[in-house]
């Protein structure tokens, strides 16, 4: 099983990024997908998530209107688009596969948000 992140980097106030996290290894569409983070000497927190079928999303109220999570079943991938992002964005971004037996974490890609 892998999931890979890519896409995080520096990016100044109010730009966007779009990341993605390819998986492998297991049966993709069978899993709810989300997205966390972990701001420096933070906790980690849920950003987004999506339904299996990708019928479903929700989102932190932190990062509403701003951040749209995705899914392309056919790719195994997901994606978030983030815009206006703020330095209080600047995390790590970690990949997260669940169903009711098992979960995955990728190894995470970091986004600084700064002028």
Do not use: H
């Amino acid at each position: 099983v892998q999931l890979v992140e890519s896409g995080g980097g520096l990016v100044q106030p109010g730009g966007s990024l779009r990341l993605s996290c390819a998986a492998s290894g297991f049966t993709f569409s069978s899993y709810s997908m989300s997205w966390y983070r972990q701001p420096p000497g933070k906790e980690r927190e849920l950003v987004a998530t999506i339904t299996g079928a990708g019928g479903s999303t929700q989102a932190a109220n932190s990062v509403k209107g701003r951040f749209t999570i995705s899914r392309d079943n056919a790719k195994n991938t997901m994606y978030l688009q983030m815009n206006s992002l703020k330095p209080e964005d600047t995390a790590v971004y970690y990949c997260y596969a669940r169903n009711a037996r098992v979960n995955y974490w990728g190894q995470g890609t970091q986004v600084t948000v700064s002028s």
